[in-house]
């Protein structure tokens, strides 16, 4: 298992992260983003969606669970915060096993549906600052594998 720990200093430099990422990332991928309230989850999903060549504006989700957003790959964003304490699957495969990569906020509340390999990601928010320490966790050889390759942001 590869963990890797990146210090940024602006929401600019999450998304560049991101969109380097998201150029490693193939069909079938699942990242989860952990992290409170403002950590930078959504931004981070803007950077992927960047890197994957997505046009339209990602934004959070109000109501709805999943957006799905056309791109070079098809970009899946659940957010899964009103899921809490639900144990009901809503279809998950059809993104987990689509023609897309999958991005899950919120994964502890949809923890027994995701796929088991995987690239789990936690924000963490540096006192009242722009700073944030994201940490990746790869599970799964492929995953391992997309670390070891990130690029210098
Ligand atoms: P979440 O989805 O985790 O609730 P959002 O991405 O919606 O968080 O909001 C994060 C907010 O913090 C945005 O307004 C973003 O511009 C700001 N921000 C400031 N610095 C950073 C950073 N380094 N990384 C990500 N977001 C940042
Ligand atoms: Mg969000």
Not at 25 to 47: E, V
Not at 89 to 113: A, K, L, M, N
Not at 124 to 145: M, N, V, W
């Amino acid at each position: 298992m590869t963990e890797k720990t990146y210090h940024v200093y602006t929401a600019d430099e999450t998304k560049r992260l991101a969109e380097k990422i998201a150029k490693l990332l193939r069909r079938n991928d699942c990242l989860t983003l952990s992290g409170d309230l403002g950590a930078g989850k959504t931004t981070f999903t803007k950077g992927l969606g960047i890197g994957l060549g997505v046009k339209r504006t990602i934004n959070s989700p109000t109501f709805t669970i999943v957006k799905v957003y056309q791109g070079e790959k098809p970009l899946y964003h659940i957010d899964a915060y009103r899921l809490e304490d639900e144990e009901e699957d809503i279809g998950f495969d059809d993104y987990f096993y689509g023609d897309g990569v999958t991005v899950v906020e919120w994964p502890q509340f949809i923890q027994s549906f995701l796929p088991k390999e995987r690239l789990d990601i936690v924000i963490k928010k540096i006192d009242d600052s722009d700073e944030r320490l994201i940490t990746l966790k790869a599970i799964g050889k492929y995953f391992d594998y997309v670390i070891k390759e990130i690029p210098h942001v």
